[in-house]
Nanobody, 121 residues
């Protein structure tokens, strides 16, 4: 009923930048918090950044000052601006959203399929 589609990943050199996007579509009544998670080989998926519907943000300590999360509620889209990339930022970045859907109304936690960010020289 609801899909999240990420884009913007790729291969970048250390110190470079990327902007990830995640667009939600489907039978959406409203979207609460949205967030970006990162998964690297051998590690659990971790929260990188989150943003509430009102715009309050939260970041993992490892990305503070380098990553910026934002959202466009009119477009049901969340963004992640990633600057000063490091090799340890490499991983698959997943979008997550808490969505109230219509027909009937209910709350769903939805995940995207992920976009790969690779940082290497």
């Amino acid at each position: 009923q609801v899909q999240l589609v990420e884009s913007g990943g790729g291969l970048v050199q250390p110190g470079g930048s990327l902007r990830l996007s995640c667009a939600a579509s489907g039978s959406i009544f409203s979207i609460n918090a949205m967030g970006w998670y990162r998964q690297t080989p051998g590690k659990q998926r971790e929260l990188v950044a989150a943003i509430t519907s009102g715009g309050s943000t939260n970041y993992a300590d490892s990305v503070k000052g380098r990553f910026t999360i934002s959202r466009d509620n009119a477009k049901n889209t969340v963004y992640l601006q990633i600057n000063s990339l490091k090799p340890e930022d490499t991983g698959v970045y997943y979008c997550n959203a808490g969505v109230v859907v219509t027909g009937p109304y209910r709350y769903l936690g939805v995940w995207g399929r992920g976009t790969l960010v690779a940082v290497s020289s």
